[in-house]
C-alpha cells in the first residue's frame, strides 16, 4: 500500500475541514467588531443583543477550529517529516509567529472580551474585540505567507542540503501572497455575511418576534455577503496572471508549460510534472458558485418596505445559500493545491520526497484516525451552532448577572 496518496488524502481532508472553521470565524469577528462598534456610538440595546447573540456562534466556531488547526499542525512533523526537514528553516517562520498570534494574542483578547462583559468599561471591552479581529486577520496573514511560500519559493538558499532563509522580506513581497490574502478575506465575508443573514432568514420563516433584531442583522448579513462575493471573484481573477508567471504547468499557456517541464526534468530526473487534469473541475465548480451567489445583490432593493421579508422567497434562498461559501471554499483550496502537483514546495521539493517513509499500514490508520477526529469535530460545531442558532438571542453571551439574593433576616426576639 503506497503511503503518499493516503498522505495526501489526510491532510487534504483535515485542511478542507479546518479552513471551514477559520473562513467562518475571520468572518463572524468582523461583524461582530461592527456590532458591537454600533453599539458603542448608537447606543442602540439592537446591536448589543445582536453582539450578544452572534458573539456566542462565534465563540462556539472559534473553540471547536483551535482544536482542528492543533490536529491538522501534527501532521508536519508525523507525516510530512521531508518536508519538515528541508524547507523547516523557512516554511517554519511564518508558522512560529501565527502560532503566537492565533494560540497566545488572539485567544488572550478573546478570553478577556468574553469574561470582561458587565465587568470592563464599554470602550476597553470593545478594544478587546478589535484586538481579537486584528489577531484573526494577522493569523491568516502569515498562514497565507507560508503557504504562498510553498507555491513560490522565494528568499532562501539551499545549504548543507536544506533550505536556509536569506531575505524574510521577500516572504512578504511574495508576489502569490497578496491577492491569495486578499481572496481568503473576501470568502471568509462572504461565508459570515451569507450565514447571517441565512440564520437572520430562518427566523423569519419561523415566524419570529424579534423583528427589529433579525431585520438588522439579515441586511448587514446580505450586504456583507455581496461585498465579499464581489471582492473575491475579483481577487480570484487577479491571480491568474501572478500565478501563470511563477506556476507556468497550472496556467501557463503551452510553450510556458513545456519550458517549465523540460527544466524539471534537467534538474530532478524524467517524471509527470503537470498537475493532474481533474484540478481544474473544482477551480470551474468555485467560479460558478460566486457567480450563482452574485444574483443575491438583486435582493438588496428589496429592503424598502421590508418586501424581502414580506415575500418569503428570499428567505428560503438566502437559507439554501448558506452551505455554498463553504462549498467554494473547499473548490477553491483543492484547485489551488492539487493544481501545484507534484511539488510540496514547487520547483523545490516533490511531495514524493516530502512523506514520511513509513508503510502504507500506519499511514492508513494515521488517516482513520485523523479524519474520524476532525469529522467529530465538525459535526459537534455544526450541532452547537445550530441549536445557538435555535435558541436564539436570549440565551446568549454577556447576560447581565443575576441580583444577588437577599439574606435572611434573623427575627428580632419579643421582649415579654
Known amino acids: 500500500m503506497d503511503p503518499l496518496p493516503l498522505a495526501r488524502l489526510q491532510f487534504a481532508t483535515t485542511a478542507s475541514i479546518h479552513f471551514l472553521f477559520v473562513i467562518l470565524t475571520l468572518g463572524l469577528v468582523t461583524l461582530l467588531a461592527y456590532l458591537q462598534t454600533a453599539y458603542m456610538i448608537t447606543k442602540k440595546p439592537v446591536y448589543q443583543r445582536l453582539t450578544r447573540f452572534w458573539g456566542t456562534l462565534y465563540v462556539i466556531n472559534y473553540a471547536l477550529g483551535i482544536a482542528s488547526g492543533v490536529v491538522m499542525e501534527f501532521q508536519f512533523g508525523l507525516n510530512w517529516s521531508g518536508l519538515s526537514r528541508y524547507v523547516g528553516n523557512v516554511f517554519g517562520a511564518p508558522l512560529a509567529i501565527e502560532t503566537l498570534v492565533a494560540f497566545f494574542l488572539e485567544s488572550t483578547f478573546l ?5 470582561g462583559w458587565h465587568r470592563l468599561r464599554q470602550g476597553v471591552h470593545l478594544a478587546l474585540l478589535w484586538g481579537v479581529a486584528i489577531t484573526a486577520y494577522a493569523s491568516a496573514y502569515w498562514i ?3 503557504n504562498a511560500w510553498l507555491h513560490n519559493p522565494v528568499g532562501f538558499e539551499q545549504r548543507d542540503g536544506v533550505a536556509r532563509l536569506t531575505d524574510f522580506g521577500a516572504l512578504l513581497t511574495n508576489p502569490t501572497l497578496v491577492m491569495a490574502f486578499g481572496h481568503v478575506v473576501a470568502a471568509a465575508w462572504m461565508t459570515g455575511g451569507l450565514v447571517m443573514a441565512g440564520v437572520s432568514s430562518w427566523h423569519f420563516i419561523r415566524r419570529t418576534r424579534e423583528v427589529e433584531l433579525f431585520r438588522t442583522s439579515l441586511r448587514l448579513g446580505l450586504v456583507t455577503g455581496m461585498v465579499g462575493v464581489t471582492f473575491v471573484m475579483g ?6 496572471g501572478a ?17 517549465a517541464v523540460a527544466d524539471f526534468t534537467a534538474r530532478f530526473g524524467p ?16 467560479i460558478l458558485i460566486a457567480f450563482t451567489l452574485a444574483w443575491g445583490v438583486f435582493l438588496i432593493p428589496l429592503f424598502v418596505r421590508d418586501w424581502i421579508i414580506r415575500l418569503r422567497l428570499p428567505l428560503y434562498l438566502m437559507l439554501l445559500a448558506v452551505p455554498f461559501p463553504f462549498l467554494a471554499a473547499i473548490f477553491g483550496w483543492l484547485a489551488r493545491e492539487v493544481g501545484r502537483q507534484p511539488w510540496a514546495a514547487y520547483g523545490l521539493l516533490r511531495t514524493a520526497d516530502a512523506v514520511t517513509p513509513v508503510g502504507g499500514g500506519t499511514m492508513l490508520a494515521s488517516f482513520l484516525g485523523f479524519a ?10 455544526w450541532v452547537l451552532l445550530a441549536r445557538a442558532a435555535h435558541r436564539g438571542p436570549d440565551v446568549a453571551l454577556g447576560r447581565p448577572p443575576a441580583p444577588p439574593a437577599a439574606e435572611p433576616r434573623t427575627p428580632e426576639p419579643v421582649l415579654a
Not at 111 to 115: S, T, Y
Not at 372 to 381: Q, R, V
Open 111 to 115: 478570553g478577556m472580551w468574553i469574561f
Open 144 to 146: 497565507m505567507v507560508a
Open 235 to 240: 481577487f480570484g481573477f487577479a491571480q491568474f
Open 243 to 259: 500565478v501563470g508567471a511563477t506556476q507556468p504547468t497550472k496556467f501557463g499557456d503551452d510553450a510556458a508549460k513545456a519550458a
Open 271 to 286: 517524471g509527470d510534472y503537470l498537475p493532474p487534469q481533474w484540478s481544474q473541475v473544482p477551480l470551474g465548480f468555485m
Open 372 to 381: 474520524a477526529l476532525l469529522g467529530a469535530l465538525a459535526i459537534a460545531d
